[in-house]
């Protein structure tokens, strides 16, 4: 039976290494497994003698990182590769061939290079989460922090999942938003299309009709006529005008002040106001509880919690929370003393901090906080519908009116 040389971390993130006999690869990595180790590298003989050669060879045909090429790889397939690698590893694969397995069947052309990098650096001897760090755009500061705490704690399978999880939550938001936000933004480009159109296509060709009429036009139609005449003389200006406009909010809102007085309008709108608070409490109690599930340290959870937010009021709430935690204070507390978390992140926060289940009742808390959510953009996705609906009509309605007074005023004085 032939040997194969391992490398493993135990429960504590130590390393360990040693020989084993199996009869493959596969029968090797469960044996290790058995020994109450994770594998992080399996080699035969023959590899283990020329570990030294090979790790020279794979530093100079390493493949670039994905993060210097043109493509930037979609979170779909980030997704898909966590759900699969957290599979392969719980299956006792070891990481190296994991990766082998994810090349071959990555159905996308664009991430296999950074596939390909990422297993050069795990034969090279670095850790995932290493690996990982080498592409910045794919994988975010929590994703690696998770990992990393996977490794040490030995329970790298699991925490793969948990990840793949967070994952598919958080997509499943982001199209619920953009899905609840399509028609009202379709209904509100018809509205204003139609009515650039009748202002100065319509309008214009009606209004030598009316002045030739010879009698005083209504108030209605005076007011329609300036504003189209209006439009039709200074749409240049107007447009130059909105662009700028546009591009100067739009550097604005990328300063430290912009961005922060954007994030507390949001939280304070009215009708808004209420949603945008329950999804940024809803991505806190699931960004910080999937963290503490994985092993991170609270106050470094806490630190990247604050930044996934995306939300620089929240942020800096959370921060001086996590001073208070250093401190010694419970994060319960903590969060209390800042007054801008929902009273249910308060509560659940207590419950699990007292029954020593935090991590779990903060996912319990995002998942209540999400059915809310939902709710609330059902109720203003129907009314906001009818909304745009009844501006465009009574809008159009005014044109139409404003068309049909002199008209019937000329027949009046027919008669």
Known sequence: MPEFTYEARDRSGRLTTGVINAQDLQD??????????YPTRILTGQQAANGAMAKKKE????????SEGKKRIGRTQILLFTREMADLLDAGLPMDRAFSTLIEQMESEAIRPMLQSMQAEIRAGQPLSEALSKFPREFSTLYINMVRAGEVSGQLPEVMKRLADFMEKEQTRRSQ???ALTYPAVLITV?????????????PKLSGIFHDMGSALPLPTVILLSLSGFIGRYWLGIAIGIVLALFLLRRWLRTETGKRRLDAFLLEMPLFGTLNRKVVASRLARTLGTLLAGGVPILEAMSITASALGNEVAAESVLKARGHVRQGETLHSALEKSGDFLPVVLHMTAVGEETGRLPSMLLRTAETLDFEVDNTMRRLTSLVEPLVVLLMGAFIGFIVLSILLPIFKANTLVK
């Not at 090797?28 to 180790?37: D, E, I, M």
């Open 59 to 66: 530093a100079k045909t390493a493949v670039p990182a994905a």
């Open 28 to 37: 090797a990595a469960v044996k290790v497994r058995a020994l109450g180790v």
């Open 177 to 179: 938003i953009a899905a």
């Open 191 to 203: 509205a204003v299309g139609a009515v650039t159109f009748l202002l100065t296509f319509v309008v």
